[in-house]
Nanobody
Framework: QVQLVESGGGSVQAGGSLRLSCAAS????????WGWFRQAPGKEREGVAT???????RLRDSVKGRFTISQDNAKKSLDLQMNSLKPEDTAMYYC??????????????????????RGQGTQVTVSS
């Protein structure tokens, strides 16, 4: 099973930037889908951005134009560059891994149990 470890969270003021990283270890299948999810206190977990093994990306509407997801297949790493951060971006951020194509998921941005590997999370706090 793929193990995931997130890093890069922190506290910033609104308008600031952070870069999150997710390091994967273990065997990754030829086709996979992975991404970033977040959960704020008292709210349900939601998908932020996903990327497939072929590089196809999806972002939730509220982060389009501000966040960029990228991956380094050779290093088995997943990054999330977050710019123009807003207080509503405050949450625990997790990466998740699905061992098949994103297209096999009805909605890749939905944090369903198909993402069988999940990290422990990294906290992002944005103050106004």
């Amino acid at each position: 099973q793929v193990q995931l470890v997130e890093s890069g969270g922190g506290s910033v003021q609104a308008g600031g930037s952070l870069r999150l990283s997710c390091a994967a270890s273990g065997y990754m299948s030829t086709w996979y889908c992975w991404g970033w999810f977040r959960q704020a206190p008292g709210k349900e977990r939601e998908g932020v951005a996903t990327i497939s093994s072929t590089g196809s990306t999806r972002l939730r509407d509220s982060v389009k134009g501000r966040f960029t997801i990228s991956q380094d297949n050779a290093k088995k790493s997943l990054d999330l560059q977050m710019n123009s951060l807003k207080p509503e971006d405050t949450a625990m951020y997790y990466c998740g891994y699905f061992a098949n194509k994103c297209e096999y998921l009805t909605n890749p941005l939905y944090p369903n149990p198909s993402y069988s590997s999940r990290g422990q999370g990294t906290q992002v706090t944005v103050s106004s």
